[in-house]
């Protein structure tokens, strides 16, 4: 099985994503801390690292599923083209995909827990409110299904709620 994060950069994806990958058990994969080695390692700051990130996710993803193992994958996922990638990875290997998109529905709260955050991954600024907010508006409807958490809610009911929502999870 593929899971899908998706949401806003601070929006509670990571909190999620990472319980479910010890319930399933699941191989957690998220495109930050790639896109950081790739910024450790040289790669210019004015190069498609995110885009690059995404596309090494998406590689290691595709190993994990051959192997028979379940993937999380915890990237912003914004927009269709990036859905579409992650809908045809389980096609290629005929297994369910199933979306969960986690939003923060108070924006004070928002703001605070991404403002006040510190996730150690060395030589990766984290996103300011503002781009944040940019992001926002470039963020594309949905087509197709998937679950929405909200992250004002207590992350155990989040994840039971996920578990129910995914295809045949143990």
């Known amino acids: 099985m593929l899971v899908v994060m998706a949401g806003l950069p601070g929006a509670g994806k990571s909190a999620v994503a990472d319980v479910l990958g010890r319930e399933l058990p699941a191989a957690v994969l998220s495109v930050d801390p790639i896109e950081a080695a790739m910024l450790r390692a040289g790669v210019s700051r ?3 690292t995110g885009l690059a990130a995404y596309l090494v996710v998406e ?3 595709d190993g994990v599923l051959a ?6 994958v915890d990237a ?10 992650w809908r045809e990875l389980a096609l290629r290997h005929d297994v369910p995909v199933a ?3 986690v939003v923060c529905s108070d924006p004070v709260v928002h703001r605070r827990r991404l403002e006040g955050r510190s996730r150690g991954i060395e030589g990766f600024d984290e996103p300011t409110w503002a781009a944040v907010q ?7 409807p949905w087509s197709g299904r998937r679950l929405v958490l909200d992250s004002m809610n207590d992350l155990r009911a989040n ?4 578990l129910e929502f995914l295809p045949n999870p143990r």
């Open 46 to 48: 004015d190069q498609p």
């Open 59 to 61: 590689a290691v993803a």
């Open 67 to 72: 192997s028979g193992r379940p993937v999380v």
């Open 76 to 85: 912003v996922n914004a927009v269709e083209v990036a859905r579409r990638q």
């Open 99 to 101: 979306f969960v998109e």
């Open 134 to 140: 940019r992001l926002r508006g470039e963020y594309a």
């Open 159 to 162: 994840v039971a709620r996920a």
